[in-house]
């Protein structure tokens, strides 16, 4: 369990990460979810003690980072690919980690072994691809069996079987009853990993539900309906009194699975129709509009998608 | 955490990476070849050289002459050690693992001190006995009166040289700032305010400067250095514990 607390970093007048204060909970994913620049990587910085805080704190099963006795014992970290020296090998770079935290060696060649490198564990990291290097960093992050396991963007890089192998490793990381807790700017790669979401846009905090709810909430059904007969289609949904928009090129938007009751209405009235399809509005949309609104200079693009969130989202637009 | 977990870890990432090869076996290579060189050269030289000339031939300090050449491996050696971590963002995953800032540093920095330290007897000894045998008649040995210390003081004055740059590179973190400062001072500047009359007296309380004077066993005719061998070195410890100080005030206050 990580728990954040007003957690703040100001880099001078700027504020990165704006009080935050959640809570990740063990055996489910957690997706960290921000547009670029939202202020992500320096919370997960500041959650391994490597940035100190302006305010806040964050306890790690309740405590400190600094206080852990042998962190990667408790927590193991991917923040980035890169985070290594490349001109030692992959088995030396992770046999000083696991001594420092006094680890068995025999370990080393069982987390090389997991995430598949032990062919190339003599080789020296500089001459690995993005997703090799990926591959090392995870496999330093299992090193310590860790209960909480922390990925900064972890699919960048990976070719769609390594992406497919990490989705699946967290999967299973979290049904161990680990702490998963991920960072992303996609939200479509959220919606295939996380149980749990987290939302952030300038360092503020604008979502913390779960995924269901997020999708329940976001995804607005609506039906899409086009008839030739488009004028007297639209004053008989007027009559019935439904709610209809425009949607351009012909066709018309009705909120609410509504599909059955439009096929009726247009049958009792001789109407013909050339289209009557049910749809759902994209989570993407719905993380965009979220974000959007966060970001100082965008235009406003809509309504915001819940009441509860919009007082956060003003105070998310004081923020310079 | 023990701190002996952190010295065996960084003893795994120092023998993992090959500069800590190079900047060693530059070290010594270029100390020996050059004193011995230059050794070579004084005896062919020692019947040109006037009177007080000869009465303060130091074979000893002869024998050190690549010094000046090698501790410039030595300060590679030091500030790669350091500042390694932050070119390559390894430091995130080492601060991650070893949270505890001033472990990690004086860990790693005792390693490389150890490692140095070795190297450096091993070059200064290496440096004096090859130079002895270049030096052919004008040579001295190592009972003469305050040979050992001069010998043992230059194994000393290497591994405080390593150390020196790792302080400094710990504050500064990126190797080409800080070889791009050490090197010219302790190859250039450094000699010259400590031997232009004008800024010598303050020049010669620069670590070098004071630090070499323990490898001297025949004193200069118009000799007033204000301190002796262990004096000087001292000065130099001194410096040495400054920039440590130093690089752990820059560590645990800033960001990794």
């Known amino acids: 369990m990580i728990e954040l607390e007003g957690l703040t970093k100001r880099y001078g007048e700027k504020l990165a990460v704006d009080h935050l204060t959640f809570t ?29 805080p302006t305010e806040g704190h964050v306890r790690i099963d309740g405590q400190r980072y600094e206080d852990l006795t042998d962190p990667l014992k408790y927590i193991g970290a991917l923040l980035d690919a890169k985070a290594m020296h490349g001109g030692r090998s992959a088995h030396n770079h992770l046999l000083c980690l696991a001594q420092s935290n006094g680890i068995p060696a025999s370990r080393v060649r069982e987390v090389l072994d997991t995430v598949g490198l032990t062919s190339v564990a003599r080789k020296k990291a500089k001459g690995f691809s993005l997703g090799m290097g990926q591959r090392l960093g995870i496999a330093g992050a299992l090193l310590g069996d860790p209960r909480i396991l922390m990925f900064d963007e972890p699919v960048n890089g990976l070719d769609p079987e390594g ?4 989705r699946t490793l967290m999967k299973s990381l979290a049904s161990q009853g680990r702490t998963v807790f991920v960072s992303s700017h996609l939200m479509s790669e959220m919606a295939l990993t996380a149980d749990h979401l987290v939302v952030i846009g300038q360092g503020r905090l604008l979502a913390d539900t779960t995924m ?35 949607a351009g090129g012909g066709a018309l938007e009705v909120d609410g699975d509504m599909a059955e009751p439009i096929g009726e209405l247009a049958a009792r009235h001789h109407l013909v129709l050339h289209e009557l399809s049910p749809r759902q509005a994209s989570l993407e949309e719905a993380f965009m509009r979220l974000t959007a609104e966060s970001v100082e ?13 919009r007082g956060d989202l003003e105070h998310g637009k004081k923020v310079g | 955490m023990a701190a002996s977990q952190v010295i065996r870890s960084e003893w795994t990432k120092i023998r993992s990476v090959a500069s800590t090869v190079w900047t060693l076996s530059l070290a010594v290579v270029v100390t020996v070849a050059l004193g011995m060189l230059i050794s070579a050269l004084s005896r062919h030289e020692f019947g040109d050289l006037s009177r007080s000339d000869r009465a303060t031939f130091d074979p000893t300090f002869v024998s050190f002459a690549g010094m000046t050449l090698g501790q410039l491996a030595m300060i590679v050696f030091g500030v790669l050690v350091v500042s390694n971590e932050y070119s390559t963002g390894m430091i995130r995953t080492s601060l991650a693992a ?19 330290l070795l190297v450096g007897m091993v070059t200064s000894f290496l440096a004096f006995f090859l130079g002895q045998v270049m030096l052919g008649p004008h040579r001295t040995s190592l009972g003469e009166p305050g040979v050992l210390r001069a010998v043992f003081g230059g194994g000393l004055y290497m591994t405080l040289i390593a150390m020196f740059s790792m302080g400094v590179a710990a504050m500064l973190r990126s190797p080409m700032l800080s070889l791009g400062i050490l090197m010219p001072f302790f190859f250039l500047i450094s000699n010259i305010l400590g031997n232009v009359s004008v800024t010598k007296k303050v020049g010669q309380f620069l670590p070098d400067q004071a630090g070499s004077r323990i490898m001297q066993v025949v004193p200069r005719l118009d000799d007033d250095t204000p301190y002796g061998p262990w004096g000087g070195l001292g000065i130099m410890l001194l410096w040495v514990v400054a920039a440590l100080v130093g690089g752990y005030a820059v560590l645990r206050r800033r960001d990794a």
């Open chain 1, 163 to 166: 992406i497919h192998w990490i």
């Open chain 1, 212 to 246: 269901a709810d997020f999708i329940a909430r976001n995804s607005r059904a609506f039906v899409r309906v086009r008839s030739p007969q488009y004028e007297q289609l639209r004053d008989a949904l007027h009559q019935a009194g439904i709610t209809v928009v425009e």
């Open chain 2, 98 to 116: 070893v949270p505890r800032r001033a472990t990690f540093l004086f860990s790693k920095i005792g390693v490389a001190t150890a490692l140095a």
């Open chain 1, 297 to 309: 200079y965008h235009a406003h693009s809509g309504p915001a998608p819940d009441r509860e969130w």
């Open chain 1, 24 to 52: 990740v909970r063990p055996g489910v994913v957690t997706g960290f979810l921000g547009p670029n620049g939202a202020g992500k990587s320096t919370t997960m910085r500041m959650m391994l003690g490597l940035d100190r």
